[in-house]
């Protein structure tokens, strides 16, 4: 994929990314560095350790830390996957950004604790690299592997205000298969993703297959208003293969902007532009911040790798679950 942006953000707090540890986090908390939203400004707010910055911001370096060549994190991502590319972003850091950063992965079963994730044998993916401020710094990353924990160091010290880890999610295929029960087989953390869309201009196409339930309309996708004929639609690459039962369509929080009907269509194939699509869900009307279950309506076309979504003619949807068995 050329721009790895529009992967999954496996480090989100929203797929249950979390900072475990910061050596220093003095000036702003380290939890800031994975929060979904971006950053904000806030003129003139000061705490009692100094200006409130949205980010994670390290003390400045003295005496004893001098002998310290960086500062540092621990992340576990929320799920664990193969990382293409990571932003660096340090909005609003001006004359207190880091100079340089580098990032380090490693993968471990279960959830280890501090002390041990302190001592594992971290491997480099990202070298010492150069950083702007008040910059989206991009790096592509390749062979990065199947990782679960980062490890963020920051040259000498200073403030980020988002760490974005862009990926593929790889789940637990055999765990997944011995619960012997029905998956969600669009959700982010069996794989799913959603590879297009024909508009996204309110909410980020991926929103659709996240975990949980929505908080709010930005959690959602959502299309501008459409002007004269045609509809939107989205594309989700299921996590595998399989074959689809059930399917709920979400739209909390869309009360005047919903979509007034949306069908399912699914296929297989590599090329998305070669899939021949079939009716798995009739033309269904759609309620405003309702949550709508299709069972009966649901057409077997046995196993299929993809899913196409259309929603008339635009509007917002905050969750798609396809639920079904692995083929």
Not at 2 to 11: R, S, Y
Not at 34 to 43: L, N, S
Not at 125 to 134: M, N
């Amino acid at each position: 994929m050329d721009d790895f942006t529009e992967l999954i953000d496996l480090a989100s707090e929203q797929l249950g990314g979390a900072v475990l540890y910061a050596n220093d986090d003095f000036f702003a908390a380290k939890e800031n560095l994975i929060k979904p939203y971006e950053p904000v400004w806030k003129e003139g707010l000061y705490t009692d350790d100094g200006k409130w910055m949205d980010g994670w911001e390290s003390r400045r370096r003295r005496s004893p830390r001098l002998d310290e060549p960086y500062d540092w994190c621990i992340i576990r991502l929320g799920m664990p996957g193969e990382i293409q590319g990571v932003v660096v972003d340090t909005a609003y850091f001006r004359g207190n950004f880091p100079s340089h950063c580098a990032l380090d992965a490693v993968a471990v079963d279960a959830n280890p604790g501090i002390d041990e994730l302190v001592r594992v044998h971290w491997h480099e993916i990202l070298p010492v690299s150069e950083l702007k401020g008040d910059t989206k710094n991009h790096f592509t990353l390749e062979n990065t592997g199947r990782q679960t924990h980062l490890r963020f160091r920051i040259y000498p010290d200073g403030g980020v205000a988002r760490l974005r880890v862009h990926g593929y999610v790889t789940p637990d295929w055999e765990a997944l298969r011995g619960r012997n029960s029905e998956i969600d087989l669009a959700a982010a953390e069996n794989g799913g993703d959603v590879i297009a869309a024909s508009d996204e201009f309110f909410g980020h196409r991926q929103n659709l297959i996240m975990p949980g339930l929505a908080q709010v309309m930005s959690d959602g996708w959502e299309t501008r208003r459409r002007r004269g004929q045609g509809h939107d639609w989205c594309v989700v690459r299921l996590g595998t293969a399989g074959r689809i039962t059930r399917a709920i369509v979400d739209t909390s929080f869309f009360r005047g902007n919903y979509p007034e009907s949306c069908t399912l269509e699914a296929g297989s194939g590599d090329d998305i532009d070669a899939v021949e699509w079939r009716e798995l869900l009739p033309s269904s009307k759609l309620q405003p911040h309702t949550r709508h279950e299709f069972v009966n309506e649901i057409a077997d076309v046995g196993n299929v790798t993809h899913v196409r979504f259309n929603i008339f003619p635009d509007g917002g949807v905050s969750r798609l679950r396809l639920f079904g068995w692995m083929a």
